[in-house]
């Protein structure tokens, strides 16, 4: 079966860096997109950032407060995206989910695929 399994979660302080892995199993997701979402306590999940696939290569996608802060990549030959989160802030506490998803990257939560998510904690 399908599952996405994130990692990489934890404790830091603010200004500090933190990066998060999500390993992909039971289907090949090369050409699908990725994306990495999030949810801080009381609030609705969010986007944080995706990434597409195509034979020209890729592009990357931002929610505009992590812009700048954060960078999604992916190892296809992994089946494995990342989330490299510098700058951190105390507002970018939240659990940290990734998600997989057919068709054009998009900033809703329309993703076919799910993991179970990490907690990020950014002290001040």
């Known amino acids: 079966q399908v599952q996405l399994v994130e990692s990489g979660g934890g404790v830091v302080q603010a200004g500090g860096s933190l990066s998060l892995s999500c390993a992909a199993s039971?289907?090949?997701?090369?050409?699908?997109?990725r994306g990495w979402f999030r949810q801080a306590p009381g609030k609705e999940r969010e986007f944080v950032a995706a990434i597409n696939w195509s034979w020209t290569g890729s592009s990357t996608y931002y929610a505009d407060s992590v812009k700048g802060r954060f960078t999604i990549s992916r190892d296809n030959s992994k089946n494995t995206v990342y989330l490299q989160m510098n700058n951190l802030k105390p507002e970018d506490t939240a659990v940290y989910y990734c998600a997989a998803k057919r068709g054009v990257a998009s900033r809703s939560d329309d993703y076919d695929f799910w993991g179970q998510g990490t907690q990020v904690t950014v002290s001040s």
């Open positions: 039971g289907r090949t997701f090369s050409s699908y997109v």
